[in-house]
């Protein structure tokens, strides 16, 4: 059984310092940040790329150590621990357990355990990989962000 405190805790929004970003998955970001008209991170390999998604859906996209790229967005801020964050965990994780079969992303829960997000991951072997990966997000939080927020 999934409790609040058991939910999967992933590096969502920053990564870790210690954790340098495969350079051929950087690459395919930066590529793809140039294909979309974005400024890539190539100044700063530690912060993710920001984009906006038809105008209603803030991503994150950033190249992860192991390879691939990781596109997030933040569904919401939680609560003080106490009674009221462990209802909106519980019910996060009805949701995400519901979802499993059915969605390519993945709800967790930030490091820093302040905000509940939603990921997708990718290989970034193209471009074209990135683009399918943000499309699929979307499409996601056109469910998730309603259902997080009626929890």
């Known amino acids: 059984m999934m ?25 395919a970001l930066q590529d793809y940040a140039q294909t979309v008209g974005s400024s890539a991170p190539a100044d700063r390999i530690d912060r993710p790329m920001a984009m906006t998604v038809d105008g209603r859906y803030r991503m994150l996209l950033r190249a992860l150590p192991a390879g691939g790229v990781a596109v997030e967005s933040r569904l919401r801020a939680l609560p003080e621990p106490g009674p009221a964050r ?28 302040r905000g509940v997000w939603l990921r997708v991951t990718t290989p970034a072997v193209s471009t074209t990989d990135i683009d399918e990966a943000v499309g699929a997000l979307a499409n996601q939080l056109a469910f998730w962000q309603p259902a997080v927020a009626a929890v």
């Open 3 to 27: 409790t609040p405190a058991s939910l999967p805790v992933a590096p969502a929004g920053r990564p870790r310092a210690a954790s340098l970003p495969d350079p051929a998955a950087l690459r």
């Open 86 to 113: 462990d209802r909106l965990l519980l019910g996060v994780a009805r949701l995400a357990c519901g979802m499993l079969q059915a969605s390519p992303a993945a709800c967790v829960v930030d490091v820093r355990e």
